[in-house]
């Protein structure tokens, strides 16, 4: 346990295993830690040096024989504050990277996701959605394949104030739903894959027995997508 929680302040597994034989049994020769930790004779004079760099070993002759000694576990706060001091420095670039990733280049990016776990990631980045969602197809079939997350979703979804506009077959009757306009085509056009468009990506989910869904980022597909979907959305009753 102790090991595991060094290693998280920076120190290797051989390190660690060697810092902690070293408070336990004092000045010690190399040979000697090795024994005791564990650790490869090989290896344990890299794991002492590593640990003398970090200031947690100190060396000393005594009686003509080289031997090491732990440091004072205090120094391991200065350690931590270090980390510290390095994700901070780690933290601030991150709006820079966001500028970068969110610049104008345009992206060309095509995912594809197996399962209902793979589905659930697709709905879950929709909910990240600054605009409105259009959605058509295979209607409701999430409700079917996902009975206990879709009222979830949709309750986060409304949270969030996201809106909808859906064009659904007739077949399913008068729906209402919270932020959400719906528009109806003919009881004979079927399908069995849902289209969701949002923030410039085109959602593609197959509801089939072990559901595929295709997430495409790509400006002009989905363009293309949602100039389709408007075209429906005025033929579309209400």
């Given at each position: 346990m102790k090991e595991k929680e060094l290693e998280k302040v920076g120190l290797s597994?051989?390190?660690?295993?060697?810092?902690?034989?070293?408070?336990?049994?004092?000045?010690?020769?190399?040979?000697?830690?090795?024994?005791?930790?564990?650790?490869?004779?090989?290896?344990?004079?890299?794991?002492?040096?590593?640990?003398?760099?970090?200031?947690?070993?100190?060396?000393?002759?005594?009686?003509?024989?080289?031997?090491?000694?732990?440091?004072?576990?205090?120094?391991?706060?200065?350690?931590?504050?270090?980390?510290?001091?390095?994700?901070?420095?780690?933290?601030?670039?991150?709006p820079e990277l966001l500028l970068d990733f969110n610049s104008d280049n345009e992206k060309q990016e095509v995912h594809s996701f197996k399962g209902i776990v793979g589905i659930k990631t697709i709905f879950k980045e929709m909910l990240d959605s600054k605009e409105e969602i259009l959605d058509f197809g295979a209607e409701f079939k999430i409700k079917e394949f996902l009975p206990y997350d879709y009222p979830k979703w949709d309750k986060e979804r409304i949270k969030r104030k996201i809106k909808m506009r859906i064009i659904a077959n007739r077949k399913i009757g008068n729906v209402k739903l919270k932020l959400t306009k719906i528009k109806y085509i003919p009881k004979e056009f079927n399908s069995s894959v849902s289209t969701y468009l949002f923030e410039k990506k085109v959602a593609l989910i197959m509801w089939v027995e072990n559901p595929i869904g295709i997430l495409i980022e790509h400006k002009a597909i989905y363009e293309s997508y949602k100039n389709y979907f408007n075209y429906l959305w005025k033929k579309a009753s209400d």
């Open positions: 597994p051989n390190e660690s295993k060697c810092y902690l034989t070293l408070i336990k049994i004092g000045s010690s020769s190399a040979n000697e830690v090795s024994r005791k930790s564990g650790v490869h004779r090989v290896s344990v004079y890299d794991a002492l040096r590593g640990l003398s760099g970090k200031g947690l070993v100190s060396q000393i002759i005594k009686s003509n024989k080289l031997l090491f000694e732990a440091g004072n576990p205090k120094k391991i706060l200065e350690l931590i504050k270090e980390k510290e001091a390095k994700l901070e420095d780690a933290k601030r670039i991150i």
